[in-house]
């Protein structure tokens, strides 16, 4: 079999831009919990509000480890009882309480 030298790069081109989006998915991995385009205008200002990042500048301050986090049922992104949506296990807010 004579494969032309293009479309094997070609083929591994697309190979390493498509797998790591894949294994974060199909590992459960929370790759992006900060979609907000379900969410109503002031739900997602409210977000904006209190500077919900998807990855927290201070290990500390994990959504994981705060009072309003709500696990998700396996793994990937959780949720939060204040602010609306989705939210990363590794993600902050201002609105961060530690857990008791």
């Known amino acids: 079999m004579n494969i032309p030298r293009r ?8 190979s390493l831009t498509v797998l790591p989006a ?18 109503s205008p002031a739900d997602a200002k409210m ?5 919900y990042l998807e990855t927290s500048p201070d290990p ?3 959504c994981s480890l705060c009072e309003q986090f709500v696990p998700p049922e396996k793994s990937g992104c959780g949720s939060c009882k204040v602010l609306k949506g989705t ?13 008791a």
Do not use: E, M
């Open 7 to 14: 479309d094997v790069l070609r083929g591994i081109v697309h």
């Open 22 to 39: 894949t294994f974060a998915l199909g590992c459960g991995g929370a790759s992006d919990c900060s979609d907000t385009s379900t969410l």
């Open 47 to 51: 977000r904006t509000d209190q500077n």
């Open 60 to 62: 500390q301050k994990l």
């Open 87 to 99: 939210v990363n296990p590794k993600g902050s807010c201002n609105l961060f309480v530690k857990k």
